[in-house]
Each structure stands twice: as structure tokens, then as C-alpha cells.
């Protein structure tokens, strides 16, 4: 099966700056790579996500980039803000007859004010 | 629309006990899935559905049983509680069809969390 590894565990950045979070995945069928934040207590949410035929996709301040032949995606977020602070968990999914979502294990970021 | 609606939101049992979470969606979503977090292990799958009629084991389902009761409602069962279930749990759901590209966005419930002493 799929196996998702994230790093780093935990990230402290300052307000500002940017924050990059990168996982890598096993299945090299898996086809579509979506980013969750989940504040605490709180569900987590999806804030973007990748397919693999694209290789960078931009929503304001967060980015993801894909590379296909490496096996690795990483969460880009710039402008780094206090409400940005959260657990981010990255997922790699096999499309295709049925949905099992492989989850990283988190990354769990400090934007210090 | 609520959602994804997950019940009840903490709990507490004691060993050998047992309970049932509930969970229902209001989306007509086709798949919906049970996972548990706990600290450091990220989301692990405990049992999905694919669709209403059909329940399939995850990563982790050794202690729990799932019921699809409908199309809106999946149930999770812990038959004989054991302090290592101690985790919060979430129920999710998604559109995914079996076509590619198709949404599969995950919609989460606001979580239960579970003690076992």
C-alpha cells in the first residue's frame, strides 16, 4: 500500500517568513496529493490540492509543487501570518475504483508574532 | 447544510464497555470513512464505505465494527472497549466516484473524543 512520510514534525517560523512542508510518497500510481489544516480543535480542512498533471498550483499565499519523478510534494506558505499557525497533514491518493486516502503525520506550525 | 454531522462530541467509558458513534451527512456523498487520530500518528483509517451498501477495512481496524446504514448515515462500534482505542475519531465523507478526476475532496466531522480507563 501507499506510504506517506512528512517532514518536519513541527516548524516555528517568524511572522513573515515563509514555511515549506514536504512529503514523500511510495505508489508512484497515486494521482492526486490535497493539503489539510486543522487548527486546534478543530476539523481538519482542505486549503489545496495537487493532481499529477500539474506541477505547481498557487492559491494566494500557499502553494503545492509536485515532482512526479522524485515522488515528493511540498506545501509552499509565504507572507507567513499568527492565524497560519495549525497541524498541516499532506495525503496521497490512487484514483480509481474505490477512495483510500493515505495521510502523512503532520506538521504542526508555530508562526511567532 | 451541516455537513458532516459526528455524535457525540467527548465520551468516556471504561474498559469492556461498548458504544456506538454516529455519523451522518447532508451532501449525498457517496463515500464516507472513519478515522482515528492520536499524537504523532497523523489520520489512520479505520473503515471506509465506497458507497451505501458497501463497508471495507482500513489501516487499523482490529476492534471496531462499521455499519452503512443509508446512503447519509456510516456507524462506528467499539464491541469491547480497550484503553488503547483512546484516540479522537472522525467521520468524513467525500463525493468520489469511480471516474478519475472526479471531487475527492474529504468533508470532516467535528470529531469525538474517547477516553478508555
Known amino acids: 500500500g501507499e506510504n506517506v512520510e512528512q517532514h518536519p514534525s513541527t516548524l516555528s517560523v517568524q511572522e513573515g517568513d515563509s514555511a515549506v512542508i514536504k512529503c514523500t510518497y511510495s505508489?508512484?500510481?497515486?494521482?492526486?496529493f490535497p493539503w489539510y489544516k486543522q487548527e486546534l480543535g478543530k476539523r481538519p480542512q482542505l486549503i489545496i490540492d495537487i493532481r499529477s498533471n500539474v506541477g505547481e498550483k498557487k492559491d494566494q499565499r500557499i502553494a503545492v509543487t509536485l515532482n512526479k519523478t522524485a515522488k515528493h510534494f511540498s506545501l509552499h506558505i509565504t507572507e507567513t501570518q499568527p492565524e497560519d499557525s495549525a497541524v498541516y497533514f499532506c495525503a496521497a491518493i490512487l484514483s480509481g475504483g474505490y477512495q483510500k486516502v493515505t495521510f502523512g503525520t503532520g506538521t504542526k506550525l508555530q508562526v511567532i508574532p | 447544510n451541516a455537513g458532516v454531522t459526528q455524535t457525540p462530541k467527548f465520551q468516556v467509558l471504561k474498559t469492556g464497555q461498548s458504544m456506538t458513534l454516529q455519523c451522518a451527512q447532508d451532501?449525498?456523498?457517496?463515500?464516507m470513512y472513519w478515522y482515528r487520530q492520536d499524537p504523532g500518528m497523523g489520520l489512520r483509517l479505520i473503515y471506509y464505505s465506497a458507497s451505501e451498501g458497501t463497508t471495507d477495512k482500513g489501516e487499523v481496524p482490529n476492534g471496531y465494527n462499521v455499519s452503512r446504514l443509508n446512503k447519509r448515515e456510516f456507524s462506528l462500534r467499539l464491541e469491547s472497549a480497550a484503553p488503547s482505542q483512546t484516540s479522537v475519531y472522525f467521520c468524513?465523507?467525500?463525493?468520489?466516484?469511480?471516474?478519475?478526476?472526479?471531487?475527492?475532496?474529504?468533508?470532516f466531522g467535528s470529531g469525538t473524543q474517547l477516553s478508555v480507563l
Open positions: 505508489d508512484s500510481a497515486s494521482n492526486y
Open positions: 451532501m449525498n456523498h457517496n463515500s
Open positions: 468524513a465523507s467525500s463525493e468520489y466516484e469511480t471516474s478519475p478526476w472526479a471531487n475527492e475532496k474529504l468533508f
